[in-house]
């Protein structure tokens, strides 16, 4: 049997919803649960569990079946209807066949009979998170494999565009030449007239295949279902060591059923960028408690993206001006002075959005708002 | 261009090597000023024939051409004459490429072409 703390470090992020209607059972395997998990959701009935699972992220249901107002089977059909990917434990105090066919209905993964014993619950809770740990290396690998070919299929794009203008300057190139050998070659003037225009017209066309190269850069970025949850802990994973040497804390809230679909690299992009500005400014402003809230919500035909810290706020001189190319949150050692011009123009052109920058106790805001809108459309 | 080079060049014939019909077309326009007399061909084939008829100083040719491509011919030709002076035109990812068939060339240059970088490079095979 695992101890505590082998679960606990196969627990990671994942979150449990926790459902039994007897206060003394719950009490005591609440305890257990909170010593493996992070965060664990508590409810005395299947009511309370589908109102907690509507404002919370649920990975894994461990529940009772029969309780008060709704059970624990109606409680995991609706909660399934929202998180289909749940990974689900029942607890029952009844050995009924009745209880087992249900079970199958609903893809229950783990089955324990009452009274809990340890071990039983840990096994069940090992096994589950063994699935849960290869799904989301899983998604993981499939995340970067969609990213490879991304960069592959850009770099084909890049040969090609470098293939044609080479030819088209090895023609520019030549055609000076000929003007600039005019006397030796005792070219005539109608000549030089041709070989300018020819060299003109091969300009043009540089010009033309640099446009159609960003068309097809733009529409390879095809907009995609988003899973914000694996997006933001994917973006958050780059600055972990920094995380911990400056102590900064991270909350993150995050609507649940968030429908979505977007430019997923141009979207990680933005947030990166905002994140290492407020990381940046917790450092150099040396903020003791640093703290980076990320809230993500739909709020009416809006998705709306929050991203603020405490780590003083923008200052008054540039804050009509941080969204302008060349201006520098930071030290002018330091910053470059794009990074917030990009992410303002991938959000504004890019995205069709907007974006806003506000100073709010002791820190400052950033604020983004896309237009919601449902793949289909 | 010194007028030493002009008057040294001006004695050589050459065979201009491309599947860009528009490459030939400018090269068309440039390579009788430069040099004695310039034959062009769009592929390796085409190429080999000319050379079976004419008495060529110095081939520049592409790499990849329909049919036949650039070191194929040139190790074909070097077969007949193993002493012919061969310049490869590349574009800017076949560098490698030519480096390892440095038996088949005498020297090489990266696209875009201009006469200025034609002359360096001839600078260094007569």
Redesign the interface.
Known sequence: MMTIQQLSSLASNFTVLYAEDDKEIRDNIQETLEAIFTNVYVASNGTEGIELSQNNHIDIIISDIKMPVCNGFEMIKTIKKNYPQVATILLTGYNQHDYLLQSIELSINKYLIKPIVKDKLFGAIEDILYLLNSREKYKKEQLCLNKDIKMIAISKLL?NL??QW?????????????VS?NK??K?EEE?IQS?VL?AQKHITKMDDILKDVFQEYENSQKKEYVDFHLLINHCLEKFQTKFQKYSIGIQINIQNNLEYFLQIDTFSHIVNNILENAIDAIILNKIKKGIISIHIYKQEEFLNLDISDNAGGIKKSIQDEIFEPYTTTKNSYIGTGLGLYIVYVLTTKSLQGMISAVNINGGSKFSISLPYRIKSL | MTTEQ?VKYKELTVLFVDD?K??IE??N??LP??FKKAFFALNGIEAIEIYNDNKIDIIITDLNMPKMGGLEMVSYIKTINKEQKTLFVS???EVEIIKESKDLCDAYIV??????VLFQALEKIF
């Open positions: 040969n470098a293939h080479r030819q088209s300057l090895s023609i520019i190139n030549i055609s000076l030449d000929l050998l030796t070659a070219i000549n070989i020819n | 002009k860009e528009l490459i400018a090269m326009d440039i000023v430069l574009g800017h990812n696209k875009p072409i201009s006469y200025k």
